[in-house]
């Protein structure tokens, strides 16, 4: 029974390239949750997404971002033109049904390293 | 937007002592509060959480106590060990969709 997986675990880009970040939910789980993580500081939500469907991106810059998670396949959180501030782990958690009270499992999260 | 609060920062104490973390939060809507813990490098993980129709629960050394009024909350380890060693976050719940709303993590040290 895997928990949740996320891929590449680090990942280094330029800038200006474009950062691909994978996530593949816990069995049987529908609901996935991207945060923001920079060093020393809490986790921050980005974007919350059910299959097919974006819940709340309140929390995703409005450039350069974009999330999807397809019908079939992982989650993916895309960041274009890539810039030194979006270096940070980036972390995806999942839920079963996205209740207010369902625990949210961590991925081990991607750590972006921009030059 | 809802607002979280954690104090302290960094906490050190000796095995066996106990270790406190507060937070505080703005939203007096939000009824979810979980606690992480996160090891150095790993992925966070639940420990406890409370709800906000109860005032205090335990789990072992682990003890969590909810003020709604006041609107804080704290976690409470007893006896800790070197292994409680980590960066512990609290939460909060804010809207029907159960995103978290973390505060920025207390650093705990236990030292032999």
């Known amino acids: 029974n895997a928990g949740v997986m996320q891929n590449p675990r680090h990942l280094v880009r330029r800038r200006g390239q474009e950062a691909r970040l994978r996530c593949s939910p816990m069995?049987?789980?529908?609901?996935v949750y991207w945060y923001r993580q920079l060093p020393e500081e809490g986790l921050k939500f980005m974007v919350y997404l059910q299959k097919e469907n974006i819940i709340d991106e309140s929390g995703m810059p409005k450039e350069r971002f974009s999330a999807e998670f397809p019908k079939e396949g992982p989650s993916i959180l895309r960041i274009q033109q890539v810039v030194r501030g979006d270096s940070a782990a980036y972390f995806c958690?999942?839920?079963?049904?996205?209740?207010?009270?369902?625990?949210?499992?961590f991925g081990p999260g991607t750590r972006l390293t921009v030059l | 937007g809802e607002n979280v609060e954690q104090h302290p920062s960094t906490l050190s104490v000796q095995e066996g002592d106990s270790a406190v973390i507060k937070c505080t939060y703005s939203d007096s809507a939000s009824n979810y509060f979980p606690w992480y813990k996160q090891e150095l490098g790993k992925r966070p993980q639940l420990i406890i959480d409370i709800r906000s129709n109860v005032g205090e629960k335990k789990d072992q050394r682990i003890a969590v106590t909810l003020n709604k009024t006041a609107k804080h909350f704290s976690l409470h380890i007893t006896e800790t060990q070197p292994e409680d060693s980590a960066v512990y976050f609290c939460a909060a719940s804010l809207n029907a969709y159960s995103t978290l709303t973390f505060g920025k993590g207390t650093m705990l040290l236990v030292s032999p």
């Open positions: 958690a999942s839920s079963p049904s996205g209740g207010r009270f369902d625990e949210q499992f």
């Open positions: 069995k049987g789980h529908s609901h």
